[in-house]
């Protein structure tokens, strides 16, 4: 192999409470492009922030052509000819293109903006990506995001860079730009560049990666080239999840399916669709089920549950909820029709901060209930101490502000909120991210005691293995579509994975006469 | 100077005015004990009671005549009843994350409307009526744009704010115009049970609104979409006919003031009437301890600055302030009690007035 370009070993990065990176060795070599991989919270974006800049490492050294380099903000480490592209778009709209391009280092003579270097040197760079076309003067603003990212590439690129970062840089492109960009990549490689790739499109990575860093939990898990990792250990490499293992050790809700399935339906969802961001999605809720959403970050699966909800709602499509048919437009009827659900930003979507424990509890039952009549003190007072205790809440009080306490006992608030209107079906959207294991198990539990008392449950979340333990059903979707389902009563996280990777494998796991007897009662 | 200041200390050193004085002070040491925040506003208040109690003749005299009270107290009350019931409107909007700026026009609109009217022959209920309409259309007005278009809060009111002193000139042909009527007099300068309608006007509102807020999921609902509006939708809460009605409400106090104005002076002036009472109604919100940030909000300590605000503008009056300097010192106390009511800011206060920052202790040893 040729020397590295780019040589980071050994860095580390604690935050307060997280080791959000430890002891990671990643290299770029010249001339080659290199995809970074991981789930959310593997550490990728912490790399990145280290090598440009951003944060500092509490340890490890960065060494660029064999130069040892601390760059002490992204500025600087520009300077040292490393350069990032950004998902979002960080341009300046009402500016022209060209002054975007060279914005901060814009060439002056006698003090002033000397605009005809300016955009004769922004025309150079847009040359070197092919972009010819591209009229300098125009403003940035009126260009589509494919366009605007390769200024923001061409931006990158004007000062000398040697190693170029792009992160998550097709997440807003059609197929055609993204086949665009890749050319580019393509040719900047054989200029020599060293490129960064991070990406979450696994199709994306095979198409233009020479090797594959993967990182999980903020460690490395390994470094391949793209020949000698087939998308399955890619994939088990990011979830850490071996897929040949087997033996079960957990039985949860999911070993009791099979009575499930002769539950009536509670809810179903036909073709539901919001054009340009989910479905078609369909599928069938008995009472007492568990159905878990899994894919890969990205896949749809939280769009899927807002869709169901109407936080964002369907454009075509039907839901019916006890056989009969329900018009989902807005949170307020979906809760009317029975459904709860309880969103994966805790902060942004979940909480009420200033106000009580006791407040934040009785929020959505209020609001079902009436805009007129509120519900009496002394009931508020006792729903709240009922959940607070069953729940196990840590608090000084019913009337302590939810912002006081932490991520796991807010959750737990949150969840309380939903049961206090003793909900239909349940959505749970990532319910047990950020919060400690106590609190997880407690979560879980909840969900197998309710589908006992015949709730049913959409259950989301990164983990396959609580996918598998808790769910009865699962549900795989894969770039914004639903690719199939699962019968979850003999299901390994290791079938789930093979799906979600696209290899259309069958249920060797699956026992015939339990596959069978689900086939069956689905189409009953 | 201590002439003056004998006098005035002989006006108001009667049973009434050192009444006011321990009852400001009885009633900031229960808030103090009962660490209410209302305490602050009340602080400021009684500052400048005292400073009056000092230097302004007859500030805290009441007399009783023709079975009704009079005097500076009762004057506050009564001027001031405007800038309370605009700011018992705004509070409600603030605390949904909103604000209305065009509460002044829409006073000027309502009693434009209501004087008109009359002067068409409609009988003064059937004026009053139709103002109140109108004021509570613009609220909606507002609130259709804010809740049903998106709009900033701030634009769309700042539009409607313009938009309806242009309509109230356009009612009156640009003039003020006087109109006599008993009925329509009673509103602003009438008495009942001795003291002044108007503020009885206010306590209606005032317990309408806070009855809607305390007794009623409405308060619940205000705090957690102004705390938090993405998660309150998720909840169920129905964000936006809430923001409607409560913008609606906000007009309608307007109206109520308006005909107050209108009737102090029985005259309609388009241009004058209401003229920079958004921001008093503001200020009286936030001395009150309502944010600006929307979430917890607090009725009775909008009223409690409401009476700070119209108890400022009227010692400067009696301090012979030239109207046109009037809201630099108005300004700076307004600064003080919102200075008060920051925690950080009143530790650092603290913190310069500890003595032994300025001289330190010398080092021995």
Redesign the interface.
């Given at each position: 192999m040729t020397e590295p370009l780019l040589l980071a070993r050994g860095l580390s990065k604690s935050f307060p409470g997280v080791k959000a990176l430890a002891n990671v060795t990643f290299d770029v070599a010249p001339g080659e492009i290199h995809a970074l991989m991981g789930e959310n919270g593997a550490g990728k974006s912490t790399l990145i922030k280290l090598l440009t800049g951003v944060y500092q490492p509490d340890s490890g050294e960065v060494t660029l052509a064999g130069r040892a380099i601390a760059p002490k903000n992204p500025r600087d480490a520009e300077s040292f000819g490393l350069s990032t592209v950004y998902q979002e778009i960080n341009l300046i709209p009402h500016l022209s293109i060209g002054e975007n391009i060279m914005l901060g280092r814009q060439p002056t003579r006698f003090g002033l903006i000397d605009y005809k270097a300016l955009n004769l040197r922004a025309k150079a760079v847009l040359a070197r990506l092919d972009l010819h076309h591209l009229n300098v003067t125009d403003s940035v603003g009126s260009l589509p995001a494919a366009v605007q990212q390769m200024v923001q590439i061409a931006r990158a690129l004007v000062v000398d860079a040697k190693v170029l970062i792009l992160d998550e840089p097709t997440s807003s492109l059609d197929e055609g730009e993204v086949q665009r960009l890749f050319k580019v990549l393509k040719r900047l490689r054989s200029e020599g560049l060293g490129i960064v790739f991070v990406t979450h499109f696994l199709d994306q990575v095979y198409e233009v990666s020479d090797r594959i860093t993967v990182l999980r939990n903020g460690e490395l898990v390994g470094c391949y080239t793209a020949e000698e990792l087939p998308r399955l250990r890619l994939i088990e490499a990011m979830l850490g999840r071996s897929v040949t293992a087997s033996g079960r050790e957990n039985g949860g809700a999911a070993t009791e399916s099979s009575q499930v399935n002769d539950q009536p339906s509670v809810l179903s969802a036909q073709a539901l669709h919001r054009p340009g961001v989910v479905g078609p999605i369909s599928f069938e809720l008995r009472r007492g089920d568990v159905l878990g959403l899994a894919g890969l970050l990205g896949s749809g699966r939280s769009e899927t549950a807002r869709m169901l909800?109407g936080?964002d709602p369907a454009e075509t499509g039907t839901i019916y909820v006890d056989q009969v048919r329900v018009n989902i437009r807005?949170?307020?009827d979906a809760?009317?029709a029975g459904l709860a659900?309880s969103?994966e930003e805790r902060k942004?979507?979940?909480?009420?901060?200033?106000?009580s424990i006791r407040?934040n509890i009785?929020?959505?039952l209020?609001?079902?209930k009436?805009?007129?009549?509120?519900?009496p003190r002394a009931e508020q007072l006792r729903l709240a101490d009922h959940y607070i205790k069953a729940l196990k809440v840590k608090t000084p009080s019913a009337e302590t502000p939810i912002r006081l306490l932490s991520g796991g006992n807010q959750q737990k608030v949150l969840l309380g909120?939903w049961l206090a209107m003793q909900p239909k079906v349940l959505i749970l959207d990532e319910p047990t991210r950020g919060i400690d294991i106590g609190a997880k198990a407690e979560i879980e539990k909840l969900i197998a005691e309710l589908s006992k008392q015949g709730v049913a449950t959409v259950l989301i979340s990164s983990e396959l293995e609580e996918i598998t333990r808790n769910c009865n059903r699962v549900l795989v979707m894969r770039d914004r579509k639903q690719v199939t389902e699962l019968d979850g009563a003999w299901l390994e996280p290791s079938d789930v994975m093979k799906v979600i990777a696209g290899q259309e494998t069958h249920p060797s796991a699956h026992p015939p006469a339990a596959a069978a007897h689900s086939e069956e009662a689905n189409r009953a | 100077m201590l002439e003056s200041m004998n006098k005035a200390l002989a006006s108001n050193a009667n049973p009434v005015g050192i009444g006011i004085l321990v009852a400001t002070c009885l009633g900031a040491f229960y808030l103090h004990k009962k660490k209410h925040r209302e305490l602050w506003p009340l602080l400021g208040l009684l500052g400048l009671l005292l400073f009056n109690f000092f230097f302004s003749n007859n500030f805290l005299a009441v007399e009783v005549r023709d079975g009704a009270f009079y005097g500076t107290p009762l004057n506050i009350l009564n001027q001031g009843s405007e800038v309370m019931l605009l700011a018992i409107g705004m509070t409600m909007v603030i605390a949904v994350k909103g604000i209305d700026l065009s509460v002044g026009s829409v006073m000027a609109l309502s009693g434009a409307v209501c004087v008109m009217a009359m002067k068409d022959g409609s009988s003064f209920f059937v004026a009053a009526l139709i103002g109140l309409v109108i004021a509570t259309i613009v609220g909606f007005v507002n609130g259709a744009l804010v809740s049903g278009l998106n709009v900033q809060p701030i634009v769309a009111t700042l539009i409607t704010m313009v938009a309806i002193r242009g309509v109230a000139q356009l009612v009156t042909g640009s003039n003020p115009v006087a109109h006599n009527d008993a009925a329509f007099e009673f509103i602003g300068n009438g008495h009942f049970l001795g003291l002044p309608f108007s503020i009885v006007l206010v306590g209606l509102v005032f317990t309408v609104a806070a009855l809607l807020a305390r007794?009623?999921?409405?308060g619940?609902?205000m705090?957690?979409i102004g705390?938090?509006e993405?998660?309150?939708?998720?909840?169920?809460?129905?964000n936006r006919s809430?923001k409607f009605w409560l913008y609606g409400f906000s007009g309608f106090c307007a109206g109520v003031a308006g005909l107050i104005a209108a009737s102090y002076i029985t005259t309609a002036d388009p241009d004058r009437v209401g003229r920079m009472r958004e921001l008093d109604a503001i200020f009286a919100t936030v001395i009150g301890g309502t944010a600006l940030t929307g979430?917890?909000f607090n009725l009775a300590g909008t009223l409690l600055g409401a009476v700070l605000i119209q108890t400022l503008s009227i010692t400067m009056y009696n301090q012979n302030v030239p109207s046109d300097i009037e809201p630099m010192p108005k300004a700076i106390v307004i600064l003080l009690v919102c200075l008060l009511l920051s925690p950080e800011s009143r530790k650092q206060v603290l913190q310069l007035l500890r003595t032994d920052q300025w001289f330190p202790r010398k080092v021995t040893g």
């Open positions: 909800f936080a807005a949170p307020k809760i009317r659900f969103a942004l979507e979940g909480i009420i901060p200033n106000l407040e009785i929020l959505a209020q609001a079902s009436s805009s007129v009549r509120l519900i909120r | 007794k009623t999921p409405l619940l609902f705090e957690s705390d938090n993405r998660a309150s939708r998720l909840a169920g809460v129905p809430i979430g917890r």
